[in-house]
């Protein structure tokens, strides 16, 4: 029997085609609730500030870059979005003196335009963000060697291949409306998937692509970056895939409250630490990755209470 439609989007997969009990569930967590779903291989952590939140999230990067040498190189795997991180990483870097030549850094996805990914004049661009933000601010004796920075492109093979030799330490990420790690939305409701959405283990194989875009990403990018002119943001992009994911020591994900709404930072944690994987909440696939780290502001979790504005 096929699953329910989505309220959102019937055309697609999504959190809104699972059964309500979990959804009604995630919904009653409290924030000491959400902090109590850590296990083994899952781990919640709780910041106080959003200069803790964000001097942590920063961290990852100093102390995955101080773990490379020339015979075992280290890089780390981040997000556009959030990234308030990006100029205290500079920062750090500038501050200590870390010499990055054998450091690598692989950016998460960037936006397609039907023929190739987006150049970096485009205002929307992730690579432009990344270098305006972080690798431009980062003193010219210190910087990583130009080919140790690995940003997506339409040339899949080159970004897929970066990826042998070289240690991730951390792939981070945030968490959209989505609920997407990178852009690993969930899929079309067509096709193979027309009754059910891919399994966790279908999901999991797939490697950077170029994907189709849920409408709910376009109009939450719209929203956080184009001032809600939803006409700018490309309907494509490239992607990290879950198969460079697995290759990660540890997925580290940041939730500041901005990115993700109060349901959908708890129905994630949720299914995480129960164990509960569907590619309709990709985000939930992490379940078998054996080092994920949820980190929260404690004044972005919210509440589901009702109140109307």
């Known amino acids: ?54 001097l942590a999230e920063a961290l990852e990067y100093i102390e995955s870059w101080r773990a490379s040498t020339p015979d075992n190189p280290v890089g780390i795997c981040g ?17 200590l003196g870390i010499k990055l030549s054998s450091s690598h850094f692989w950016g998460m996805d960037e936006w397609y335009d039907g023929a190739k990914e987006v150049p970096v004049t485009h205002p929307l661009s992730f690579e ?33 291949n970066s990826w042998e030799g ?25 096709g193979k998937w027309r009754n059910s959405p891919p399994s966790p283990k279908e999901y ?15 109009a939450q990018n719209a ?27 540890k997925v580290s994900i940041w939730h500041a409250g901005n990115h993700d709404n109060p349901l959908g930072q708890r129905l994630t944690t949720l ?8 590619s309709s909440v990709p985000m939930s696939l992490l379940s078998d990755h054996p080092n994920v780290q949820f980190n929260f502001y404690k004044g972005g979790i919210g509440t589901c209470d009702i109140e109307m504005h």
């Open 1 to 54: 029997m096929p699953r329910k439609l989505s309220t959102i989007a019937p055309q697609w997969w999504d959190y809104t085609t699972l059964e309500d009990d979990i959804i009604k569930d995630a919904a009653k967590l409290s924030l000491h609730q959400m902090k109590g779903l850590s296990r083994p291989g899952f781990k919640v952590v709780m910041y106080d500030t959003l200069e803790d939140f964000y």
């Open 79 to 95: 997000p556009i979005g959030p990234t308030e991180q990006l100029p205290l990483v500079a920062r750090l870097v500038n501050s």
């Open 128 to 160: 432009k963000a990344d270098r305006e933000l972080c690798f431009n601010r980062i003193d010219r004796t210190l910087r990583m060697p130009e080919e140790n920075l690995h940003f997506p492109q339409s040339d899949l093979k080159t970004y897929i």
């Open 166 to 190: 070289v240690r991730c330490a951390v792939m981070q990420g945030g968490q959209g409306d989505i609920k997407h790690w990178a852009f690993n939305d969930p899929l079309p409701r067509k």
């Open 204 to 218: 999991r194989k797939m490697e950077t692509r170029i994907v189709d875009l849920h409408p709910v990403t376009l």
């Open 223 to 249: 929203r956080t970056s184009g001032g809600g002119n939803i006409t700018m943001v490309p309907q494509k992009a490239i992607t990290v895939g879950p198969k460079e994911t697995w290759k990660a020591d």
């Open 271 to 278: 299914m995480i630490s129960k164990g509960v994987a569907d």
